[in-house]
């Protein structure tokens, strides 16, 4: 009778510690588990804040590329409303101070440059601009256009500022 009573008493003790070491063994699974998904978490968590950063940066990026773009229209309008056209006319004979005087009251966006032009092919168009706007001049002081071109040659160009220098 006792060495049953030991048996059995062994075999409770063998059936306590091994259900003690599965619920041991399952409870360390659920703790590597929990470990797990918590990892997978930080991970997701991460991923999507850079997601955002990157987002956050393109929408700056988009903002200042508008901001920039805004920036140069405005320039370009501002640049387009102070430009105006200004014909740069070369003495190449010394003419009359009354001859260029005139010309300046008829047409004021002329400023009188010494020296010679750069491109001689601008000259032939403006020119004719000239032929037409100085007949005027031409009539009042007794010269004919040949004679008022050859004393003047002009070119023209875009300046920033409007007043003649």
């Not at 956050?56 to 320039?75: A, D, G, K, L, M």
């Not at 005087?101 to 009188?112: D, G, Q, S, T």
């Not at 037409?132 to 071109?149: A, E, V």
Request: some cysteine; hydrophobic content about 50%; proline content about 2%.
């Amino acid at each position: 009778m006792l060495t049953m009573m030991i048996k059995i008493i062994i075999l409770i003790i063998i059936v306590i510690t091994a259900i003690i070491i599965i619920i041991i063994i399952i409870i360390i699974i659920i703790i590597i588990i929990i470990i797990i998904i918590i990892i997978i978490i930080i991970i997701i968590i991460i991923i999507i804040l850079i997601i955002i950063k990157r987002r956050r940066r393109r929408r700056r990026r988009r903002r200042r590329r508008r901001r920039r773009r805004r920036r140069r229209r405005r320039r370009r309008r501002r640049r387009r409303r102070r430009r105006r056209r200004r014909i740069d006319v070369f003495r190449l004979i010394c003419a009359s101070r009354v001859v260029i005087r005139e010309l300046k009251n008829l047409w004021p966006e002329l400023r009188i440059v010494h020296g010679k032009p750069r491109h001689p092919q601008a000259q032939s168009d403006t020119q004719d601009m000239l032929i037409t706007r100085i007949g005027g001049c031409c009539s009042s002081y007794r010269l004919n256009q040949r004679s008022l071109l050859l004393l003047i040659s002009a070119k023209s160009v875009e300046v920033a500022t409007p007043h003649i220098g």
